[in-house]
């Protein structure tokens, strides 16, 4: 289809697709009506205190659909928390597969608050469980993996920390068809590739570099300079490729909402605006991301929501 374009796409559709037609979970018991009200709420609370874009723009969803997206929301938490924990690799690994299971068992273990709402989510609404595998498994890349050699395959680790996110949240949200699942890969890889940008210097400081080897050596950036802080033409250069890029991969993806359920559209069309807008400060910060985290504000964000609700009313699919 004309809205893929590049190798890395091609790939990760296929993959995409192959998750979409694998089994969801089957709902074999059922669960105490105070003891999911519990869990949803406890969601509710992962969700406000790490991801505030999140928390606001899943506060646009009908309430069903809101506590799950807040279940969603959590699962992944829960994972990266795993990945992100300081321990011995052996020791993550172990800790992720345990998860794993966890996650998958017929009869969540009623002790764990999001295991107990995620598995309400994932049979309500019928969420392919290859999706959640993928993000587990490319959650898991960050306990051995540090570098990326080319954006294809920071593509692919984005799709898998942050696509497959977008393609669980379009079974919560409701969709047109197939044809939608392009525009969540994209989109994920918009977001994905916002908080690398966003994050590099906090992730260099943990030992990470979520930046294409080979094209910081093309402008002429060094790995110590991003460890120095240096804001240098070149630095200036590479980041306003890197921003034309992800604002590219925005503008492709976002006529990808009127694919979905119209109570669902403005919601999206937040959480993808608000990240968006992120690029927009680090350039008003003169790309320096190392000692100031690009960040809207509270104004900054409730500001841009009539106009972001009007184009969502507005969107259409461009062939």
Request: aromatic fraction near 10%; charged fraction near 25%.
């Given at each position: 289809m004309s809205l893929v374009h590049n190798p890395w796409e091609v790939r990760l559709l296929g993959v995409a697709e192959e998750a979409f037609n694998s089994h969801a979970l089957t709902k074999t018991t059922t669960q105490d009506d105070d003891a999911l009200r519990l869990a949803y709420h406890h969601c509710e609370g992962v969700t406000r205190q790490f991801s505030k874009t999140f928390y606001v723009a899943s506060s646009l969803l009908p309430l069903k659909k809101r506590y799950a997206a807040r279940a969603l929301y959590a699962f992944c938490r829960v994972t990266d928390d795993i990945v992100d924990r300081a321990a011995q690799t052996d020791e993550r690994m172990t800790a992720l597969n345990i998860w794993r299971a966890q996650i998958s068992a017929p009869h969540p273990d009623p002790s764990l608050p999001v295991c107990v709402a995620w598995y309400d989510t994932q049979t309500s609404f019928e969420i392919p469980h290859a999706y959640a595998e993928q993000l587990i498994e490319g959650c898991a890349r960050d306990i051995h993996q540090t570098r990326y050699q080319t954006f294809d395959e920071l593509a692919e680790y984005a799709y898998?920390?942050?696509?497959?996110?977008?393609?669980?949240?379009?079974?919560?949200?409701?969709?047109?068809g197939q044809e939608a699942i392009p525009y969540a890969i994209k989109l994920g890889v918009a977001l994905q590739m916002t908080n690398i940008?966003?994050?590099?210097?906090?992730?260099?400081?943990?030992?990470?570099?979520?930046?294409?080897?080979?094209?910081?050596?093309?402008?002429?950036?060094?790995?110590?300079?991003?460890?120095?802080?240096?804001?240098?033409?070149?630095?200036?250069?590479?980041?306003?490729?890197?921003?034309?890029?992800?604002?590219?991969?925005?503008?492709?993806?976002?006529?990808?909402?009127?694919?979905?359920?119209?109570?669902?559209?403005?919601?999206?069309?937040?959480?993808?605006?608000?990240?968006?807008?992120?690029?927009?400060?680090?350039?008003?910060?003169?790309?320096?991301?190392?000692?100031?985290?690009?960040?809207?504000?509270?104004?900054?964000?409730?500001?841009?929501?009539?106009?972001?609700?009007?184009?969502?009313?507005?969107?259409?699919?461009?062939?």
């Open positions: 898998g920390v942050a696509s497959t996110v977008g393609l669980m949240a379009m079974h919560i949200i409701g969709f047109r940008l966003r994050d590099i210097g906090e992730d260099y400081a943990n030992g990470r570099v979520y930046l294409p080897q080979e094209e910081l050596a093309q402008y002429g950036v060094r790995e110590s300079d991003i460890g120095e802080g240096k804001t240098t033409d070149a630095w200036r250069a590479f980041m306003k490729m890197q921003i034309s890029r992800n604002r590219q991969l925005y503008a492709e993806s976002i006529n990808g909402i009127a694919l979905l359920h119209p109570n669902g559209r403005f919601a999206i069309a937040v959480a993808a605006k608000l990240y968006e807008a992120i690029l927009t400060n680090i350039e008003a910060n003169d790309y320096n991301v190392f000692n100031r985290r690009a960040s809207l504000g509270k104004w900054g964000k409730l500001s841009r929501l009539p106009m972001i609700w009007w184009r969502s009313r507005r969107a259409s699919v461009k062939r």
